[in-house]
């Protein structure tokens, strides 16, 4: 085995070209040595996922990354359609499923909404941490580590430096990812 | 010996310009010094192998008209109306502040008030020829530098028709010219100059479709030269500049479709012709005269240039110019011009000059004009180093039509592609070398040009220099692959995607380089495919996915097959026929998959919800 980990960034955003956080956050991790940066609506605009080849991928990985703004409180699509079309039976779940038991998951996740909107009573009524949870169980389902989300609040009115700082904390954080030191 | 034969001239002039031009190249001194001091060296005064300098000279200045009228082809009438300010502005200063100052001058010194204002606006014009040319060779005109040189170049132009009907009026030859101000003339010059807007607008796109149609490149080239040489000939006809009405000429044909075939076709003759015609001034340069008065002949040729560099200069500064393009600017417009030549003829002619002054003034301008190409290789060697330091100069004005998209064929498929460009803010220089089509085309407003597109002067006139992207959309499928290799042979810069006919052209394709390909009828083919599934009984998002299995494999196949391309045909027949067996087992199990376990399976484990995790 290889002595550094296997990362693997699954990112997706709408438009890209618009988004200063998602561009900002992207370039910091996208040429570390061990990241195996994929946008998923560059590979398969039209949908159709290679089943095979994205196995693989995780297969190799020691630490999975989804990568994505939030939209009506979930990633953009496509991860959904990844889950729905990747993690089948056998590899992920069920009889002989264990091809993720045992790998870390981050989710890197930014919200337009400052993060006290994030509250009961706040105009979005649930924690943000409740409002992933499908996210969450189906780390957990496939026998992965879920790790503390690495949350952006407030895009749509965030000062630069804060945005740097934080992509400054993303990157850090894939440099210095050991396989099974975040528990 | 015959040595006044055409053949022998013709080699003369030939040998000398492929002898001095790539020696003088390569010095770093440009094309048109080497081509002046070949004229020196053939000419009276060198070795003497050609005499007849002046006419050649009157022959060679057919150049500058094609050059105006190839300048003319690049500006269409809106692009025109909106450098209006610059060409009066800047242009009318220049000649007007240039021409008071040199005849107070000639004044001071002693010249009569006619002889000085006739030789001021003379001198007062630069070398439309030289400047053009060297702003060309260096790809200049699209700065702010070189579109205020034209604009200035222009102006002048146009102000050589009145000081050509003012010289007579000043002479004492009094018996050929009517006294007072010929209405006449006037009159006829605008009737010519409407004939050339009423027949440029509306009857010369027609006869070129007609020539075009006939298919036969040579003669629309003739027809090319027809149409110049008749404009020439015609507006001469009423007394005004050659070259201004073949720059209208130009100017009316910008729009049409046949802009770049024109512009291709005119450029070797162009070429050739503005060579010799620089070759002419240096054989018209009179060493006789220059010998005889050596200081007072330089003195004047450097100090016209001095004077009309620092009122240049002067202009540029107060017309905004930036500061590094200045110099610049200024001295590419330095030296007297051609139209000197013809305005100090007529002034002897009609007995405003006196020979003497007609001499020493025309050795004066020819001097000048061998300055300039120095002056040139001086700002390009120490001041624009210097001056490369100062902020960079805001866009390159000129190239707002030249696009970053070629589109070669302009047929069924080519127009969908132009349409989804344009409909997304991109628009294509669009080439198609069907006539007829084009009519058609040109009817639903498309811009199209008229060409073959694997012609590399046609390409070269179309942009691809600076465009960024070619799309090979021609019905020729031999077509495609040479212009493939004239690109990259040519413009490796240029990216390339290009239609394919089928399996074996994607093959030849690949072959030679260009791997962004699209088979034309595969994805109708496979869209037609995805309809018949769900007429079938498919569910659209199961034909949808099948159809996208398809050409997965497909594209997949088709790569394993090109693998073994140099390999003999049978073998590729068995790959081909493997990979269809294989496709139908995938399918196959995919449906099963799909079927099975996203259904029933995925409800079992949901329910199951093992308590492990």
Redesign the interface.
């Known amino acids: 085995m290889a002595n550094s980990p296997n990362i693997v960034v699954y990112f997706a955003h709408l438009a890209i070209e618009q988004s200063v956080i998602n561009r900002v956050l992207c370039d910091a991790v996208r040429d570390i040595r061990h990241v195996n940066f994929r946008d998923l609506l560059e590979l398969y605009p039209?949908f159709?996922i290679?089943v095979k080849k994205e196995q693989e991928v995780l297969r190799d990985a020691d630490l999975i990354v989804f990568q994505s703004p939030i939209y009506w409180y979930a990633a953009p699509a496509i991860f959904k359609h990844f889950q729905d079309t990747v993690l089948?039976?056998?590899f992920a779940?069920?009889p002989g499923g264990t091809a993720l038991q045992g790998k870390d998951f981050l989710f890197a996740v930014s919200t337009g909404a400052p993060a006290e909107d994030y509250r009961p009573g706040g105009i979005h009524h649930y924690a943000f941490e409740d409002l992933i949870r499908p996210i969450e169980q189906t780390a957990?389902?496939?026998?992965m580590q879920f790790l503390p989300p690495l949350v952006l609040h407030g895009g749509h009115s965030l000062p630069s430096e804060e945005i740097e700082a934080h992509a400054a904390r993303y990157r850090r954080f894939l440099e210095d990812y050991q396989p099974g030191n975040n528990r | 010996m015959d040595d006044h034969s055409l053949l022998f001239n013709a080699f003369i002039y030939l040998l000398a310009a492929v002898l001095a031009v790539p020696i003088s190249k390569r010095l770093g001194f440009g094309a048109v010094l080497g081509y002046l001091l070949a004229g020196v060296v053939i000419g009276p005064w060198g070795l003497g192998l050609i005499r007849e300098a002046e006419d050649i000279l009157h022959f060679a200045e057919f150049g500058v008209v094609l050059l105006l009228f190839a300048i003319g082809l690049e500006l269409n009438p809106r692009r025109l109306w909106a450098m209006r300010k610059p060409i009066l502005g800047l242009g009318g200063a220049q000649v007007v502040i240039t021409a008071v100052i040199l005849a107070v001058l000639g004044i001071v010194f002693g010249l009569s008030g006619s002889v000085a204002l006739v030789a001021a606006m003379g001198l007062s014009l630069s070398s439309t020829a030289m400047a053009l040319q060297l702003l060309t060779e260096k790809n200049l005109l699209p700065t702010p530098a070189g579109h205020s040189g034209f604009s200035v170049l222009l102006f002048q132009d146009i102000a050589v028709i009145p000081m050509l009907a003012i010289i007579p009026l000043l002479g004492t030859n009094l018996t050929d010219v009517q006294s007072g101000f010929d209405w006449l003339a006037l009159l006829e010059a605008l009737g010519v100059i409407a004939l050339i807007v009423i027949g440029g607008r509306f009857v010369l796109r027609p006869v070129l479709r007609l020539i075009a149609a006939t298919g036969l490149r040579e003669v629309f080239t003739a027809f090319t030269l027809l149409l110049v040489i008749a404009t020439a000939l015609l507006v001469n006809a009423v007394g005004m500049s050659m070259a201004l009405g073949a720059f209208l000429a130009g100017v009316l044909l910008a729009e049409s479709e046949y802009r770049h075939a024109l512009e291709s076709d005119i450029e070797p003759f162009k070429g050739l012709l503005l060579g010799l015609f620089f070759i002419a001034v240096g054989m018209s340069i009179d060493f006789g005269i220059l010998l005889h008065d050596p200081w007072l002949i330089i003195g004047l040729a450097l100090g016209l240039v001095a004077m009309k560099t620092m009122i240049l200069y002067g202009l540029g500064r107060l017309y905004g110019l930036p500061a590094r393009q200045l110099p610049l600017f200024a001295l590419v417009l330095s030296q007297g011009g051609e139209f000197a030549f013809v305005l100090f003829g007529v002034a002897q002619t009609t007995g405003v000059f006196p020979t003497t002054i007609t001499d020493i003034l025309i050795v004066t301008v020819a001097l000048s004009m061998l300055t300039t190409p120095l002056l040139m290789v001086l700002h390009d060697k120490f001041l624009a180093p210097r001056l490369a330091r100062a902020p960079a100069p805001p866009m390159d004005e000129m190239q707002d039509e030249g696009h970053a998209v070629i589109i070669a064929g302009f047929g069924r498929f080519g127009q969908i592609i132009g349409r989804l460009l344009h409909a997304n803010g991109i628009d294509a220089t669009v080439l198609e070398h069907d006539p007829n089509h084009i009519e058609t085309l040109r009817r639903f407003r498309f811009k199209v040009f008229y060409g073959d597109a694997c012609r590399l002067d046609l390409l070269r006139a179309a942009g691809a220099e600076r465009a960024k992207l070619l799309v090979i959309a021609i019905d020729e499928r031999e077509g495609a692959l040479r212009l493939i290799d004239l690109v990259h042979e040519n413009f490796p810069h240029l990216q390339i995607i290009s239609r394919a006919w089928d399996v074996t052209h994607v093959f030849e394709l690949l072959e030679h380089g260009v791997d962004v390909y699209e088979r034309e009828t595969f994805e109708g083919a496979i869209r037609m495919g995805e309809e018949a599934l769900k007429k079938l009984g498919f569910t659209a998002w199961r034909a949808k996915q099948a159809a996208h299995r398809f050409r997965a494999h497909d594209e997949e196949t088709l790569h394993e097959i090109y693998n073994h391309y140099h390999e003999e045909f049978d073998v590729r027949v068995r790959i081909s026929a493997d990979a269809r067996e294989r496709l139908r087992e995938i399918m196959h199990s995919d449906e099963e998959h799909i079927s099975t376990q996203a259904d029933q399976e995925w409800r079992q484990a949901a329910t199951d919800k093992p308590d492990s995790h």
Do not use: E
């Open positions: 039209d159709f290679d089948l039976r056998g779940y069920g957990r389902f496939c026998g």
